[in-house]
């Protein structure tokens, strides 16, 4: 499997709703990633897991809540949003490979939700 | 703070011809990746370059490392239509899972 599966594709909800995007991964992957990605502009980082601990918060707000329940498994859960939070939500997975051993971080992408806040 | 700069950020060509996608980055490293987004999808890893002079070539593309310019470029040899998407230069700070941070993409539109 290399693959990274992320669920639901497509999200609508209101201002008031509680929602959650699930992302899953089986090829060993150690590190998650969370990246938001507005129209016609790149992805941006928001959360990193690394060995299903959260490694790396870029400042995001707290209605936006990651969760890892396990290597495999990556949540966002997802509070009060705004309609400006609506975008594609791309989760990724990665090997952890550091500098010493020269290896690539190469990120594997989900096909991405893509969430719409009204 | 790392930046990632690629131009141009809108090519349009047609097919057949050659042209290059240029990526600068502000801090050193030496992992530069290249990935491509068609329409409304995901990201696609096209090639990772490791190493000062790293060269490699699927098809018609091409891409190039010159970690003291920190410059990468990426090559496009008798373009067709195929090859239209956004394409992304991506660079990490190495050690571990730091994530990666995207240039703003190039936006190539190939005509028949």
């Known amino acids: 499997d290399t693959e990274v599966t992320q669920t639901p594709k497509h999200l609508v909800m209101g201002m008031t709703n509680k929602k959650s995007l699930k992302c899953e991964q089986h090829?060993?992957?150690?590190?998650m990633y969370w990246y938001k990605q507005k129209a016609k502009k790149p992805p941006e980082l928001m959360f990193v897991y690394s060995y299903e601990k959260l490694s790396i918060n870029e400042s995001v707000p707290s209605r936006f809540s990651p969760e890892c329940p396990n290597s495999s498994l990556l949540n966002l859960h997802l509070h009060a949003l705004q309609p400006e939070d609506s975008a594609l939500y791309l989760c990724?997975?990665?090997?952890?490979?550091?500098?010493?051993?020269?290896?690539?971080?190469?990120?594997?992408f989900g096909a991405g939700s893509r969430l719409t806040v009204l | 703070e790392l930046k990632v700069e690629q131009n141009p950020l809108f090519l349009s060509m047609q097919e057949g011809k050659n042209y290059t996608i240029y990526c600068n980055y502000s801090?050193?490293?030496?992992?530069l990746y290249w990935y491509r987004q068609d329409p409304g999808k995901s990201l696609e890893s096209l090639f990772v370059l490791l190493s000062n002079g790293a060269v490699k070539q699927e098809g018609r593309l091409m891409a190039s490392l010159d970690t003291k310019a920190r410059l990468s470029t990426l090559h496009i040899t008798a373009a067709v239509h195929d090859l239209s998407a956004t394409y992304f230069c991506?660079?990490?700070?190495?050690?571990?899972?730091?994530?990666?941070?995207f240039g703003k993409g190039t936006h190539l539109i190939i005509q028949p």
């Open positions: 801090t050193t490293s030496d992992r």
């Open positions: 990724a997975s990665s090997l952890i490979s550091g500098r010493g051993f020269g290896g690539a971080n190469v990120l594997t």
């Open positions: 090829m060993g992957h150690r590190a």
């Open positions: 991506a660079v990490d700070m190495g050690g571990g899972a730091d994530g990666l941070t």
